[in-house]
């Protein structure tokens, strides 16, 4: 898990905070906001914790009833889904405790984001392109021509990255 906690860098010290809170009858929310389940995870184990409400951020949640708000969100092309939202949910925001913390995969630039999705996109195309060969022409000859890839492959690595011919 990587990101930031704006209130509270230290989530040992911020999950005491929060239990000791909770037991001051004062009311918290977690609020996830996940696409495939990982950020939802730790907003589940975080609310197990600390004994509080946990709700997804496309809930409807009346956020101005709680006085601490957690939100947990997953990072998605250096974005934050469903944060702005929840925000301008809460109307009181001065008299509030928020803390906000991402999930997300440390050590991938915004342009290895770009490029990872842009293979993602070409090779969806190659696809598409490989199926619609098929379709208009005999596979006796398409299937050779697709599976010349392999030789430019052992070719191109051989010019540009100065590997050898392995068998
Ligand atoms: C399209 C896409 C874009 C992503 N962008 C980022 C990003 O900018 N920074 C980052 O740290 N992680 C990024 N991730 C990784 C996700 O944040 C990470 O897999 C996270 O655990 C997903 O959480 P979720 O399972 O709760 O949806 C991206 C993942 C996908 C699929």
């Not at 709680?66 to 944060?83: E, K, Q, R, S, W």
């Not at 021509?145 to 990255?161: E, P, R």
């Amino acid at each position: 898990m990587t990101g930031g906690l704006l209130m509270n860098r230290n989530p040992r010290t911020e999950n005491t905070r929060i239990t000791d809170e909770v037991q001051r009858n004062m009311r918290t929310v977690i609020v996830y906001g996940s696409q495939y389940g990982t950020a939802k995870r730790y907003a589940e184990a975080l609310a197990g914790r600390a004994g509080s409400e946990i709700r997804s951020h496309e809930d409807s949640i009346n956020l101005d009833a709680y006085d601490n708000i957690v939100y947990i969100g997953a990072l998605y092309t250096g974005g934050v889904p469903g944060l702005k939202k929840t925000l301008s949910d809460i109307h009181d925001l001065q008299n509030k405790k928020i803390v906000i913390a991402t999930v997300g995969l440390a050590g991938i630039s915004r342009r290895s984001w770009l490029f990872l999705i842009l293979s993602g996109l070409a090779t969806g195309a190659s696809w598409l392109c490989y199926y619609k060969a098929l379709q208009i022409g005999e596979a006796s000859k398409v299937v050779p021509i697709d599976k010349l890839s392999v030789v430019i492959t052992l070719v191109l690595a051989f010019v540009f990255l100065n590997e050898e011919f392995t068998t």
